[in-house]
């Protein structure tokens, strides 16, 4: 007689199975890595055996493991260990934060900082590599903008680079120069490369390293699934994970987005390797863009404080719909940053191109971060089947006067426009950049639910709001459907794959302002409890 009862239940006044929006009072059943039934205690007694494990949670909210549509894994664990610069409010404060944390770590051989915004700063003027110099003159220094896109260097990690008065500007980036034409130590998208390459020269030991303090910090947020998109092409890490996969160390799914670069033979041969349930290629991923504060988001039109640019593309758009058109008839999925108006546009575009070149199909493209949009648009997410993979802390990140200023009142009234995307169609799925944005998923809940800005006191477009249960959904659901696994992952229901989260408190039942505090008591991912907090339980 085959044994039927369940290995694992748990159970809740308040579980949030993504099926409805509203949480319900029920006990989930496990057997293996899978649900096999949900319902109430009473009806799923007949589970309960000698060796069943119990939760019982009471009123704390459960509900489907988080699932990240979009981050950088490696960077962003090397940030967990770098120097965290956000704070500073002046050039002068973020080195004195760099000094200390150099002085606090004398034998790493680059001081690697993230997350300073000159928007805060009060001269909001873009700091140079001489008050670096005067703080560390010997060692490597390089510290990453909030928004990744461009980079503060010292002399030092310039002569390590290579890069002199005499360097010319790679395609798609900058060099940025004082008067003399010396670099005066920011450089702007590509031209971030060379110094990046001898950065992130890690070992195969520190990668390990590395990506091991990502899965703990992971799972301690809930996060059971994430999607690595390409970015830098300087931490290849992909054989650490499968190391991983091999020892069973894996506790978060992983979804692998190779470059889209027009090398399909290699891209195919990714993903004939790494097809697991844990660890896949799930398509491919470029730039076309990059950020409006930097001024390198392509726009439709000139931006406001800067007429003579409308930025730029990272490639030609030729190239951009050739390779989506390749690519898209070898069955791949294929995901874009782009923030402007005109790379949202030239994305759907390619997109579009590609279904009349190879027919209609179920292709699931995605258009990453859709900051700023042309209203006519919109509704061509849902016509063409794209999902909208969106952040929605990004809009508090960067300082709103700022940012405003960039594009003009007109553009203004569409910025990080969830809702209407939702309204219109589109299938949300929400992630956090990491290491953009910190990995708590609550906080991008909390300001999908909010829209509370960066002053923390105003809303920004308060019908851009949506409601908590379709937040958790974009993060649940919506990104398993972006991925291909909403058979399998994104809701509570037999037969579900059992990734599952439990937190402190039922988000529904408490005011937004205590969402992003909200810690994690349990984590389960695949059938197995890969992180529990006793202090809570």
């Avoid at 004082?178 to 890690?202: N, Q, Y």
């Avoid at 952040?391 to 300082?399: G, R, V, Y």
């Avoid at 992952?489 to 937190?503: H, I, N, P, S």
């Amino acid at each position: 007689m085959i044994d039927q009862s369940a290995d694992v239940m748990i159970s809740s006044n308040a579980v949030f199975t993504g099926l409805s929006d509203s949480p319900i009072a029920a006990c989930i059943a496990i057997k293996g890595n899978r649900i096999i039934a949900v319902g109430s205690e009473e009806e799923l007694r007949c589970y309960a055996g000698e060796q069943t494990k119990f939760y019982s949670f009471q009123d704390q909210l459960i509900l489907p493991g988080f699932h990240d549509f979009h981050l950088h894994i490696m960077h962003g664990a090397v940030a967990l260990g770098s120097a965290n610069l956000f704070a500073a409010r002046s050039e002068e404060e973020a080195a004195e934060m760099i000094r200390e944390y150099a002085e606090a770590k004398p034998d790493i051989p680059w001081v690697i900082g993230f997350m300073w915004d000159s928007s805060y700063w009060e001269n909001q003027q873009l700091p140079t590599r001489h008050s670096l110099d005067r703080i560390l003159p010997d060692r490597p220094v390089i510290a990453y903008h909030a928004e990744g896109h461009h980079a503060w260097v010292n002399s030092k990690a310039l002569e390590i680079a290579g890069i002199t008065r005499m360097t010319q500007d790679p395609e798609y980036g900058v060099i940025g120069r004082e008067k003399s034409g010396e670099p005066d130590g920011i450089l702007f998208e590509k031209a971030m490369g060379p110094v990046t390459r001898h950065a992130f020269d890690f070992s195969s030991v520190e990668k390990q390293e590395i990506f091991s303090s990502f899965l703990a910090h992971a799972r301690e947020l809930g996060v059971t699934a994430v999607h690595d998109l390409h970015a830098l092409k300087t931490i290849d890490a992909y054989d650490v994970y499968k190391g991983f996969e091999d020892r069973q160390e894996l506790t978060t799914r992983i979804h692998l987005w190779p470059a889209l670069d027009g090398n399909l033979a290699h891209a195919k041969r990714l993903r004939e390797k790494y097809r697991s349930d844990m660890l896949r290629v799930s398509g491919l991923k470029q730039f076309i863009d990059g950020v409006i504060t930097a001024g390198t988001a392509y726009l439709l039109d000139p931006y406001a404080d800067a007429p003579e640019t409308r930025g730029d593309t990272s490639f030609p758009a030729e190239t951009i719909k050739k390779w989506v058109e390749e690519a898209d008839k070898e069955g791949f999925s294929i995901r874009f940053h782009a923030i402007g108006d005109g790379a949202i546009r030239l994305a759907l575009d390619a997109y579009e191109a590609a279904q009349r070149s190879n027919g209609k199909r179920d292709s699931r493209h995605s258009i990453e971060h859709v900051e700023v949009i042309h209203p006519a648009d919109i509704q061509r997410f849902k016509e063409l089947g794209v999902t909208a993979s969106m952040q929605p802390d990004h809009l508090a990140l960067s300082e709103r006067g700022v940012y405003t200023d960039r594009i003009g009142a007109e553009r203004e009234k569409l910025v990080f426009p969830i809702c209407s995307l939702q309204r219109a169609g589109a299938k949300l799925a929400f992630g956090t950049d990491f290491p953009i944005d910190v990995l708590n998923p609550l906080l991008q809940i909390y300001r999908a639910v909010t829209r509370i800005d960066s002053s923390g006191k105003s809303v920004w477009h308060p019908h851009e709001q949506i409601s908590l249960a379709d937040a958790l959904k974009a993060y649940t659901a919506g990104a398993a459907y972006g991925a291909f696994r909403e058979h399998e992952l994104g809701t509570l229901e037999a037969g579900k794959l059992a990734d599952l989260v439990v937190l402190e408190r039922n988000l529904f039942a408490v005011p937004s302002s205590e969402i992003p505090e909200t810690k994690v008591q349990l984590t389960m991912v695949d059938g197995k409890v890969v992180f529990e907090d006793r202090i809570l339980a």
